[in-house]
Nanobody, 114 residues
Framework: QVRLVESGGGLVQPGGSLRLSCAAS????????MGWYRQAPGKQRDLVAT???????TYAGTVKGRFTISRDNAKNTVYLQMDSLKPEDTAKYYC????????WGQGTQVTVSS
């Protein structure tokens, strides 16, 4: 079973940047298209970015041009570089496969506020 551990969240001012990391146990991670999700209080969990094993990416319209997803298959890690952050990006961020078939990790909180 793949275990996912997210890190890198924090409090940042509008316009700032953060880089999230998701470390996965088990080499089976490399076969999945991975994604970053986010969930704000009282809202559903949304998929914001995906990356295939070779590195093709997709983004939700709300983050396109500001967020960059990447992965290091040798390290079983997926990243989310977040730039030009806005208050509406405030949420808990999670990684999972693009079809969310893996067990969810604890997530990492991102708060964008002045």
């Amino acid at each position: 079973q793949v275990r996912l551990v997210e890190s890198g969240g924090g409090l940042v001012q509008p316009g700032g940047s953060l880089r999230l990391s998701c470390a996965a146990s088990g080499s089976i991670f490399s076969i999945y298209t991975m994604g970053w999700y986010r969930q704000a209080p009282g809202k559903q969990r949304d998929l914001v970015a995906t990356i295939t094993r070779p590195g093709s990416t997709t983004y939700a319209g709300t983050v396109k041009g500001r967020f960059t997803i990447s992965r290091d298959n040798a390290k079983n890690t997926v990243y989310l570089q977040m730039d030009s952050l806005k208050p509406e990006d405030t949420a808990k961020y999670y990684c999972n496969s693009a079809d969310s078939r893996l067990a969810w990790g604890q997530g990492t909180q991102v708060t964008v506020s002045s």
